[in-house]
């Protein structure tokens, strides 16, 4: 079972930073995928960036420029910095992990850190 701790939301103006963590633990296995989501009420969870262990990365359209991916492979974690917000940015941010067994992607989930963006 794999737990995930995530730190770094808060409350900043628009235009400004912030720098979201999660450290994996309890994987006895490489974690594949390392990425974050984020979930407004009453809308489904959207991606929103997402890394591989071998350091590829993707973003969702409305984040590309802004925000930033990273991981630190020894540590399982993985970083995401946000830069230039916008109020449009504020909901809950989850990480999640995702391990492969065999032919099977196993996927875990934080808990969630909120992110408010202020105009």
């Known amino acids: 079972q794999v737990q995930l701790a995530e730190s770094g939301g808060g409350l900043v103006q628009a235009g400004g930073s912030l720098r979201l963590s999660c450290a994996a633990s309890g994987s006895g296995r490489s974690i594949n995928v390392m990425g974050w989501y984020r979930q407004a009420p009453g809308k489904q969870r959207e991606l929103v960036a997402r890394?591989?262990?071998?350091?590829?990365?993707d973003y969702a359209d409305s984040v590309k420029g802004r925000f930033t991916i990273s991981r630190d492979n020894a540590k399982n974690t993985v970083f995401l910095q946000m830069n230039s917000l916008k109020p449009e940015d504020t909901t809950v941010y989850y990480c999640?992990?995702?391990?492969?067994?065999?032919?099977?992607?196993?996927?875990?989930w934080g808990q969630g850190t909120q992110v408010t963006v202020s105009s």
């Open positions: 890394i591989t262990i071998g350091g590829i990365a």
């Open positions: 999640k992990a995702q391990v492969r067994v065999g032919n099977i992607d196993y996927n875990y």
